[in-house]
């Protein structure tokens, strides 16, 4: 029988899915910070879970139930397979878990969310959303003309699951498409795609600026002063990333002289961003308290792809989204 440690609320989306593997498996539930077994006999203390499913209920849930979850992990000592809900790694307690089980592997689900996210924060720059609302406030029946998505030249710094899905919707939409990525070549979901070192000279052209890149010691505060100077003054800067990719003193500088026209971040450098953070204030700032992938159809997509591999793992075969251990280091 392998124990398998999994937060309340997610085992209650997935109990049924469950079913097929009852025979071999005890799903160890962590409720209101208590862990009992949902199957066969009672838990041992301390438990001992070979298999870890670790999510937002997790992360995002009561204190209690959480600070039990990461104590467990971090005392199991057979810990064979943590499966992680989130795409990156740059964590230092995800890291910690992917050092200390013998294979972690990652989902993509909430790529569909932010992709979506994308979309509506262009749209509402396109279509001056701020000043709608402010006409709408004041009862000022102004006529504002707007920008289309369709023409756009996007510049994706990123090309992984979150630049391909919007890619995908921004093509649909009549956009052209410039992604960034490590290995430069053609790509099915992009009109071109380029390495790194010709970053600078793409932005000139690109209408919108999406960062969707991992925090790497090689993408931290890519977006300086010298990046934003290469900007159009009516573009559009987002980020979905990590909030280290811009440094957010240069950020703030460069709005206030007007390139870029308008900045959309769900993430900031430090979270959650403190009360007197000048990005919550600043007129050309619309900030989210990173939240583009909190939906249900994330969770639902992500406790998929656990499922799915869970499969595999009790059939003997190669589980999916392995994230090697140097990228863990």
């Known amino acids: 029988m392998i124990d398998l440690l999994i937060h309340g609320r997610t085992f209650d989306r997935v109990v049924d899915a469950l079913q097929p593997f009852r025979a071999r498996i005890r799903p160890l539930v962590v409720r209101d910070g208590e862990i009992t077994a949902a199957w066969g006999p009672t838990a041992e203390n301390p438990v001992q879970p070979e298999i870890v499913f670790g999510n937002t209920d997790v992360y995002f849930g009561d204190a209690a139930s959480r600070d039990t979850f990461i104590q467990t992990v971090l005392e199991t000592k057979k810990l064979r397979w943590f499966q992680s809900s989130a795409t990156g790694t740059d964590r230092a307690l995800l890291k910690t878990f992917g050092r200390q089980a013998e294979i972690y592997t990652n ?7 932010i992709a979506e996210y994308v979309l509506w924060q262009t749209l509402d720059f396109l279509r001056a959303g701020p000043e709608r609302r402010a006409n709408a406030e004041a009862r000022a029946w102004r006529r504002l003309s707007a920008r289309e998505l369709s023409g756009l030249n996007w510049l994706i710094f990123g090309f992984g699951e979150i630049g391909r899905e919007t890619a995908k919707r921004v093509r649909l939409l009549g956009g052209y ?6 290995t430069p070549g053609p790509d099915p979901d992009a009109d071109q795609i380029i390495g790194p070192g010709g970053l600078h000279a793409a932005l000139p052209a690109a209408d919108v600026v999406l960062l969707c890149a991992p925090l790497t010691s090689e993408t931290q505060n890519i977006a300086d002063a010298a990046f934003f100077s290469n900007m159009r003054e009516d573009a559009l ?5 990590r909030g280290a990719l811009v440094v957010e003193s240069d950020l703030i500088a460069a ?6 026209a308008f900045a959309a971040l769900d993430v900031v450098a430090q979270e959650p961003a403190a009360p007197d953070n000048p990005l919550w204030a600043h007129p050309k700032v619309n900030l989210t308290a990173h939240d583009s992938p909190a939906t249900r159809g994330s969770k639902q997509r992500n406790d998929q792809t656990f499922l799915d591999n869970l499969k595999r793992y009790l059939d003997g075969e190669p589980l999916q989204n392995i994230v090697p251990k140097s990228d863990l280091e």
């Open 237 to 241: 800067l987002i980020n979905v990333g």
């Open 107 to 113: 989902a993509h689900g909430q790529a569909v969310a």
């Open 255 to 260: 709005l206030d002289a007007g390139r870029p």
């Open 177 to 182: 498409v410039v992604g960034v990525r490590r």
